[in-house]
């Protein structure tokens, strides 16, 4: 069973950045992906970030040049750095890894965005 921890939300102005973290219990060699969604109140959750096992990263158009999903092999941690942050971006943040046979996720983070 894989464990993530999720760390890095708060309330943040319009325009400001913030940066989450997923830890994982486990090397993320093994993962197939590891990805970022989040979810606003009363919407479906939707994928905002994922970077596979290669390295590759695909982003949501809606933060495309605002957002930045990274990793550290070392720590067993994926970043996702969020910059230039909109009120529309306020939303739970979920980590989910993808592993062999299993998905898993994060219990998520609030992220509030003022105008």
């Known amino acids: 069973q894989v464990q993530l921890v999720e760390s890095g939300g708060g309330l943040v102005q319009a325009g400001g950045s913030l940066r989450l973290s997923c830890a994982a219990s486990?090397?993320?060699?093994?993962?197939?992906?590891m990805d970022w969604y989040r979810q606003a109140p009363g919407k479906q959750r939707d994928l905002v970030a994922s970077?596979?096992?290669?390295?590759?990263?695909v982003y949501a158009d809606s933060v495309k040049g605002r957002f930045t999903i990274s990793r550290d092999m070392a720590k067993n941690t994926v970043y996702l750095q969020m910059n230039s942050l909109k009120p529309d971006d306020t939303a739970v943040y979920y980590c989910?890894?993808?592993?062999?046979?299993?998905?898993?996720w994060g219990q998520g983070t609030q992220v509030t965005v003022s105008s």
């Open positions: 486990e090397s993320i060699f093994r993962f197939n992906a």
């Open positions: 989910r890894v993808v592993a062999p046979y299993k998905v898993y």
């Open positions: 970077i596979t096992s290669g390295g590759s990263t």
